[in-house]
């Protein structure tokens, strides 16, 4: 059962254009939602991300927007460029008590191209 | 890397034999996790750990097992690997108490099982 659903799977761009990925979630009892980005041989690495007491978040270039009626939280890459290609994970977790950090529900992930 | 190694980083190994994956850390840190990652799945949960020989089941705990005798060492084993259990495996710390701690991940060890 996949708790959070990311689309699209893959995506393509050119250098400037602004590629936009998407989770929903149906936990309503997630409370903080991450991106994590990937490089290839490389591990995931935290990129930004968002509570759902705001709608969204910008750090730099990255923007997470977030509709908490619509449990959906989307990514967005402001003049994307060749070296952010890499594969793009959003995530959630729920606040449990001590162990429950870092049990993350990642989704499937997408793997971004933006050609130069 | 947040001073986290993975060995090995690649294996092959043959149905029902087991094997053992070895996550060190150098800070010391109490949390560790496991997570594996497959296509159409993102990363999944396996075991985690929050000190030594404190460990707990993932969402996808079945078939595998963890030790932690040290801190700064977080093994995982599959008892009797099979092919469902080719895939990349990653070892993740968080450095800070809290549910906004990043995950740390290592370099990942990606199993073959034929």
């Known amino acids: 059962q996949q708790q959070v659903k990311q689309s699209p799977q893959s995506l393509i761009v050119q250098k400037g254009g602004i590629p936009i990925i998407n989770c929903a979630y149906e936990n309503t009892a997630f409370d903080y939602f991450p991106w994590y980005q990937q490089f290839p041989g490389k591990g995931p690495a935290l990129l930004i991300a968002i509570r759902p007491d705001v709608s969204e978040k910008k750090e730099g270039r990255f923007t997470i927007s977030f509709n908490k009626s619509a449990k959906q939280f989307s990514l967005h890459i402001m003049d994307s460029q060749p070296g952010d290609s890499a594969t793009y994970f959003c995530a959630a977790s729920e606040n449990a008590g001590g162990t429950s950090y870092g049990k993350l529900t990642f989704g499937q992930g997408t793997i971004l191209t933006v050609h130069p | 890397d947040a001073g986290i190694t993975q060995s090995p980083r690649h294996k092959v190994t043959e149905t029902g034999t087991p094997v053992t994956l070895r996550c060190h850390q150098t800070e010391n840190h109490r949390y560790m996790y496991w997570y594996r990652q497959d296509p159409g799945h993102g990363l999944r949960l396996i075991h985690y750990?929050?000190?030594?020989?404190?460990?707990d089941k993932g969402e996808v705990s079945d078939g595998y097992s963890v030790s932690r005798s040290k801190t700064e060492d977080f093994l995982l084993t599959l008892e009797s690997a099979t092919s469902s259990q080719t895939s990349v495996y990653f070892c993740a710390i968080s450095t800070v108490w809290g549910q906004d701690s990043p995950l740390h991940f290592g370099n990942g060890t990606r199993l073959t099982v034929t």
């Open positions: 750990s929050y000190g030594v020989k404190d460990t």
